[in-house]
């Protein structure tokens, strides 16, 4: 694509939480958001900062429910929910799949009947009208990609799997505050920044042009493998864990260049296992075998990228962030997470139709991705 | 007595131009404040730790819930000042800092030329008596000015000490959070401590200590907001608005709306307007 929007409203500073959202509900005149986050965020000291910051006379709503993908049935539920409770806005708040469950449940909200009509594949994106209501996403350490982005994937009720896309999506406002993450632990914080530095490798190789993405996906990166240690090493260090946010950030802003062959891995072993597997986890494993694979399809970019990762001529790139990664502790083949054979050639067949495999720099098909899948099995 | 000459509300908040004789208690809100000398008596401003002497050469800038009080400091008769109350999206919108987005740099602005001008300008609007469409573009550049020279040379705070400053104890969000319920009722700090399991003396230290101001004054903070909310953007009559935000007669509501804004409810929605 050649048209470059960066992107929607996006607060990023210290302790910006409370006051962001005060102030965003407030211009807004809002008064009624129905907020959307797990159990694991509500029950935990962060949802009492949520709730601060709400504004005076305001009365919330909350919705845990939250599927493991978005779901048609969930976002129907939700619909529900925001009309019952005459609510004006959707809070999401956590990870990415609270943020893509409320991008679905925005089109529930604003269109009634299936939405089957409005994913990708149905030419659905058009057919999404302009009375979505507004969404503000907060993620924690992870959701930047679901935060930023046009995209929601969803099951629809017949159990098919489908994928929303349309700029309207987007969140109108996006909150991002470092000290949200102080206190997350090493696992967690491991698989966010696998996450970010799959989002900003592979947006960066992708082969679509879009120069500024390039620049942000690059920064990003450094930004992550510099910083990311710190943070494991649990220094205590603010300064580490907001550039590590950061770079979650870049690389959720540069995926609108498109992504690679290891996004569609992932999505498509999330989709075939149904078991709530996690992306930064599958990144992370699946990332090296993607490089290895793409080796001799961007030497340029690759030649970029040994050099952010500090790798000789002679290094391997795809070895020399395999190595960056197993310092990491998250699981390094795919059969550590419980998934066999059966899964991959399944996942293969996912794959070879996600939309990022059509900007990975190398054309990839079924046969290519159960190779690469079996590689880091 | 203390009254109002002019208040204008914005986007980006109000200004308020004054005439000041009595001293207003120890107080702190959302909005960040600039309050310049226009003239008459000077007046001695305690922003928090540090005390500013407002003249034609000093102004002073208090950030969000940042607690101040002000006097007249001397016997020149009532102080004339220029008041400005900028919402914290103005900050979130044009601070550069990630560590501070919400504060200015230093309590004392120097009255430099360029601002001198801008207080002339803006002092000149609110005695035209009637809403502008350039108020809006006046408070912003006004702010832009003060700001810029407010962390011109300061030094940066650790980042561990920022970090300290932002991460309040979830006790003190939850009682945050009730407060924010249940304002307009009869709030005891007793009970606010209860629900935040903490007893009375450790949770008031807590809370001073996270937030800068005790919970009675916070709890002032968020209903004087509301009663210019209500003073506004409704035909509410001041009576109503007072029983509506817990007080028992109109007389009380004055009583506490003058001494947290400086004049009565009733001159406040006289002289107000809206850009």
Same mark, same amino acid.
């Given at each position: 694509m050649t048209l470059i929007t960066y992107l929607t409203r996006v607060h990023f500073a210290d302790g910006v939480l409370e006051e962001a959202l005060w102030s965003e509900l407030e211009s807004g005149r809002k008064k009624r958001p129905l907020i959307l986050? /797990?159990? #694991?965020?509500?029950?935990?000291?962060?949802?009492? &900062?949520?709730?601060? +910051?709400?504004?005076? &006379?305001?009365?919330p709503h909350i919705y845990s429910s939250i599927p493991n993908i978005p779901t048609e049935v969930c976002a129907r539920d939700i619909a529900a929910r925001y009309a019952e409770h005459k609510c004006d806005v959707l809070l999401a708040f956590g990870t990415s799949r609270t943020i893509d469950?409320?991008?679905?449940? &925005?089109?529930? @909200?604003?269109?009634?009947?299936?939405?089957?009509?409005f994913t $990708?594949?149905?030419?659905?994106?058009?057919?999404?009208?302009?009375? %979505?209501?507004d969404l503000y996403a907060i993620p924690g350490i992870s959701g930047f990609g679901a935060a930023v982005s046009a995209y929601a994937p969803l099951v629809l009720q017949s159990g098919e799997r489908g994928l929303l896309m349309c700029r309207k999506l987007i969140p109108n406002v996006t909150i991002c505050d470092p000290t949200l993450t102080i206190g997350a632990g090493a696992r967690q914080t491991a698989s966010a +920044?696998?996450?970010?530095?799959? $989002?900003?490798?592979?947006?960066?190789?992708?082969?679509?042009?879009?120069?500024?993405?390039?620049? @942000? #996906? %690059?920064?990003?990166?450094? &930004?992550? @493998? #510099?910083?990311?240690?710190?943070?494991?090493? /649990?220094?205590?260090d603010i300064y580490a864990r907001r550039e590590m946010m950061a770079a979650g950030l870049n690389g959720a802003l540069a995926l609108q260049k498109g992504l690679g062959?290891?996004?569609?891995?992932?999505?498509?072993?999330?989709?075939?296992?149904?078991? +709530?597997?996690?992306?930064g986890d599958l990144k992370r494993i699946a990332l090296p075998g993607v490089l290895h694979f793409n080796r001799e399809a961007a030497p340029e970019k690759f030649d970029a990228l040994q050099g952010v990762f500090r790798l000789g001529k002679s290094d391997v790139l795809s070895d020399g962030v395999n190595r960056y990664f197993d310092s990491l502790p998250l699981p390094r083949t795919l059969s550590e997470l419980g998934l066999d054979i059966e899964h991959l050639k399944a996942a293969a067949a996912v794959a070879s139709s996600d939309l990022a495999s059509e900007t990975n720099p190398r054309i990839v098909g079924e046969t290519d991705y159960l190779a690469i899948m079996r590689s880091v099995h | 007595m203390s009254g109002a000459i002019s208040v204008h509300h914005g986007a980006f908040g109000r200004a308020a131009l004054y005439e000041l004789d009595k001293p207003i208690i120890t107080h702190a809100h959302r909005e960040a404040h600039l309050i310049f000398y226009v003239d008459g008596g000077k007046a001695i401003m305690q922003i928090g730790d540090e005390a500013v002497l407002a003249d034609s050469n000093v102004a002073g800038a208090v950030s969000p819930w940042q607690p101040h009080s002000f006097d007249v400091a001397d016997a020149g008769g009532p102080c004339m000042c220029l008041v400005l109350y900028i919402k914290p999206i103005w900050f979130l919108e044009n601070s550069q800092s990630v560590e501070h987005a919400l504060s200015f740099g230093a309590?004392?602005?120097?009255?430099?030329?360029?601002? *001198?001008?801008?207080?002339? =300008?803006?002092? *000149?609007?609110?005695?035209?008596?009637?809403?502008?469409?350039?108020? !809006?573009?006046?408070?912003?550049?006004?702010? =832009?000015?003060?700001? !810029?020279?407010?962390? =011109?040379?300061?030094p940066h705070v650790g980042f561990m000490e920022s970090a300290r400053s932002k991460y309040v104890d979830f006790r003190v969000r939850r009682s945050i959070r009730?407060?924010?319920?249940?304002?307009? !009722? !009869?709030?005891?700090?007793?009970?606010?401590?209860k629900e935040s399991g903490l007893s009375r003396p450790h949770f008031f230290k807590l809370f001073k200590k996270q937030m800068g101001i005790t919970p009675n004054l916070y709890l002032n903070t968020l209903r004087?907001?509301?009663?210019?909310?209500d003073l506004m953007m409704t035909n509410k009559t001041v009576t109503d608005i007072g029983y509506d935000l817990g007080f028992s007669s109109q007389a009380s509501f004055t009583r506490f709306f003058t001494s947290n804004v400086g004049i009565p409810p009733s001159d406040y929605r006289r002289v107000a307007h809206i850009a």
């Open positions: 986050s /797990d159990d #694991a965020h509500m029950k935990a000291d962060l949802a009492e &900062r949520l709730l601060s +910051g709400l504004p005076t &006379r305001t009365k469950t409320a991008k679905v449940a &925005r089109v529930a @909200i604003a269109h009634a009947g299936s939405l089957a009509g $990708h594949s149905q030419g659905g994106s058009g057919r999404i009208g302009s009375g %979505l209501p +920044g696998a996450d970010a530095i799959a $989002h900003c490798i592979e947006a960066y190789l992708s082969k679509s042009y879009n120069p500024p993405a390039e620049g @942000i #996906a %690059l920064d990003g990166l450094r &930004r992550a @493998i #510099a910083n990311l240690p710190l943070v494991m090493a /649990d220094k205590g062959a290891s996004h569609a891995i992932s999505n498509a072993l999330e989709a075939v296992s149904n078991a +709530g597997l996690n992306q | 309590s004392k602005i120097n009255m430099t030329k360029p601002i *001198s001008e801008w207080v002339f =300008r803006l002092t *000149s609007l609110l005695l035209e008596q009637e809403g502008s469409e350039l108020f !809006d573009g006046f408070l912003y550049e006004m702010t =832009r000015l003060c700001y !810029d020279q407010s962390w =011109r040379g300061q009730l407060m924010k319920e249940s304002f307009a !009722d !009869d709030v005891e700090i007793e009970w606010l401590a004087a907001e509301q009663a210019i909310d």
